[in-house]
């Protein structure tokens, strides 16, 4: 029999409740959570006031001075909570798409989800010159409203990855192509405003944006934890997971619900942030999976790889958001210009690594 170098623990709680650990993976997300949490103390420093993270720190535990504790609580610590869910909602989110449709391209980004959020802002904001408040909830029905017709559009006797991913591709270019028809409608005054929704960014962003947030996430995330087992069934065939007692298309349809729901709300709060859900799941698998031995051992074990997928997604966008506002001198440049330039240089290294090893 051939052994992994991987190993796992099975953990059981008094409840009766059985929870498997893998180290490796575990490791990944303690390193994920510091990066995370380094980098969101340099960001609340970051500005034209600028603030030590010791002095950070301090705010943070009720020590700092009176003006620290307006720039830290009222103005960058809503912002930087804001980037961590955003992130976290469009890992997990794109790691559930990958999943369920078996394919690496399953993101949000290629699906259409962001493109029909978007097509929610842009109605708001050029037909009806809606508030901030109204943008954000036209952007949340898009992206729902854009997912319920991509399931019932793939659904034949059930949903199936490649029927998912295709029928999304082809949404996604129809609510494009409503997107510039939308635009080239607006006056200058929205088109511009349009124009900066639709690049993706943190500024601006306080308290009413975090709560929203948060309650998502305290919601769906342990929602989707528990589906965790099924969908590694699942991953297996469905046939496979019919025999193993799991009700394949209910799971499916509700982890689907789960992503769309995470997804449109990361995307009414910060807007279309590229390039997040698609490479946050890969980056998080290809450290938690281990490296093959010499001879064919230590064979790559399949997976979703959520909790990695959360935590890589949090940990992208806040220190995309720290690059943006550092890198550039007074140019600071929205987040989701960043991110987009370092999904596409990702996606360049996977290509050739690809080409490299002959599968393309």
Not at 54 to 62: C, E, H, I, S
Not at 236 to 244: E, N
């Amino acid at each position: 029999m051939r052994r992994t170098s991987r190993t796992s623990r099975a953990v059981r709680t008094p409840g009766g409740l059985s929870v498997r650990l893998d180290p490796r993976a575990l490791a990944v997300v303690v390193a994920l959570l510091v990066a995370a949490g380094v980098a969101s103390v340099l960001l609340i420093g970051t500005g034209d006031a600028e603030i030590p993270a010791a002095d950070v720190l301090k705010t943070l535990a009720g020590n700092g001075t009176a003006f620290q504790e307006f720039i830290v609580d009222e103005l960058r610590l809503p912002r930087v909570l804001v980037g961590l869910l955003v992130g976290a909602s469009l890992g997990l989110g794109g790691a559930l798409f990958q999943s369920v449709s078996r394919n690496p391209l399953g993101s949000p980004d290629v699906l259409g989800l962001s493109q029909g959020s978007t097509a929610g802002a842009l109605v708001v904001i050029v037909l009806m010159s809606g508030s901030a408040t109204a943008v954000t909830l036209g952007a949340l029905a898009g992206g729902l409203l854009t997912g319920l017709a991509i399931y019932l559009l793939a659904w034949k006797r059930g949903v199936h990855g490649y029927r998912l991913v295709l029928v999304g591709i082809g949404v996604s270019a129809i609510v494009t192509a409503v997107n510039g028809f939308l635009l080239t409608k607006a006056d200058l005054v929205d088109a511009t405003r349009a124009v900066v929704w639709m690049t993706g960014s943190l500024n601006g962003r306080d308290w009413t944006q975090v709560w929203p947030l948060l309650a998502m996430c305290a919601v769906l995330v342990p929602l989707v934890l528990v589906g965790a087992r099924g969908l590694r069934m699942m991953e297996m065939g469905d046939d496979v997971a019919y025999a193993l007692g799991v009700r394949v298309e209910r799971l499916r349809m509700l982890l689907l619900v789960a992503a769309v729901l995470l997804t449109a709300g990361a995307t009414a709060a910060a807007g279309p942030v590229s390039f997040v859900a698609l490479t946050s799941p890969q980056l998080a698998r290809r450290l938690t999976l281990p490296r093959r031995r010499k001879g064919g051992g230590g064979a790559p074990m399949p997976g979703p790889n959520l909790v990695p997928s959360l935590c890589m997604g949090a940990t992208l966008l806040v220190s995309s958001d720290l690059a943006s506002q550092r890198l550039f001198g007074a140019d600071q440049l929205p987040v989701g210009v960043v991110t987009g330039v370092l999904g596409g240089v990702y996606l360049l290294w996977l290509l050739v690594a690809e080409r490299r090893a002959g599968r393309i």
